[in-house]
Every structure is written in structure tokens, then in C-alpha cells.
């Protein structure tokens, strides 16, 4: 949305957004002030929320339209997309927590980055390439 168009605080520095194959979106938080934006602001309840489990790392939210269901391997790249961008990147097979956006939710005082999830899945993806990452790429740094 054009500048003009925003409603609320400006979003964070440190929002990658990425364009998965059939026409999928994702945002990923490369900060904790991203993240929060990403995870609380920005994730509505049917969107899919991912988070490398057990280490720090990005939180990634998949756009999920009232008329769309993500299928298995829309699933599993946005969770690899969790996997690279945490410290797990080199790490070969990882396991990533996901949930919708719904059970998502910051406690009070918590320091910036950190959010509590119900209904939590975990998958066990396998980061994805430099270069896989870079031509799901969308914008700037």
C-alpha cells in the first residue's frame, strides 16, 4: 500500500517480503521490532504464522485470503523461509512451529520480539538456498 494509504504507526524497519509460487505472500521480521509488527500488526487471524523452534530467529507470516487455502508445499516453503531466517540456517533439517495468525498474541510487558502461540503445528523443513531466498525475494533490503 502507497505510503499515503497507511493507517497507524509506520511499519519497522526490517520487513522482508517475499512472493512464493501460485501467487502466495510472505513477510518475514528481521529485528524484534519487526517481528512484533509482523506478528501482531500485520498477521490476520486465517494467516499462517511460523517461528524456528527453540532458537532465535524471524518470525514469517503467510497471507492466507478468505478464499484461499495454502496447500502442503506452500505450507512448507513458508516454514523454510522461518528455518533460514533463524540462526538454524546452516542447520539441515529444522523444526519450525506454526500456527494462524489468530492464536498469536504478545504478553503484557514482554520485551519486543516475543509473543506467545496456541494451536501450535511444528513441521521439519530444510532452509532454503541463498539463492532460493533471493528470487522469492520482493523490494528492497
Known amino acids: 500500500m502507497p505510503p499515503t494509504e497507511r493507517r497507524g ?9 517475499y512472493e512464493l509460487p501460485d501467487g502466495w505472500q510472505a513477510f518475514a521480521g528481521k529485528t524484534d521490532a519487526a517481528n512484533d509488527y ?5 498477521a490476520k487471524p486465517r494467516d499462517r504464522w511460523f517461528h524456528v523452534r527453540g532458537m532465535p530467529g524471524g518470525h514469517v507470516v503467510l497471507r492466507v485470503p478468505a478464499e484461499r487455502e495454502p496447500d502442503r508445499a506452500t505450507i512448507e516453503r513458508a516454514a ?8 538454524a540456517r546452516t542447520g539441515g533439517v529444522v523444526p519450525v512451529s506454526m500456527t494462524e495468525g489468530r492464536h498469536v ?6 520485551k ?3 509473543v506467545e502461540i496456541r494451536k501450535e503445528s511444528v513441521l521439519k523443513v530444510r532452509p532454503p538456498s541463498d539463492d532460493e531466498v533471493a528470487a522469492m525475494r520482493r523490494g528492497g533490503a
Open 105 to 110: 498474541s504478545k504478553p503484557r510487558g514482554a
Open 112 to 114: 519486543p520480539g516475543t
Open 9 to 17: 504507526p509506520t511499519p519497522p524497519a526490517g520487513i522482508l517480503e
Open 80 to 87: 523454510a523461509l522461518a528455518a533460514w531466517h533463524s540462526k
Open 38 to 42: 509482523v506478528s501482531i500488526k500485520l
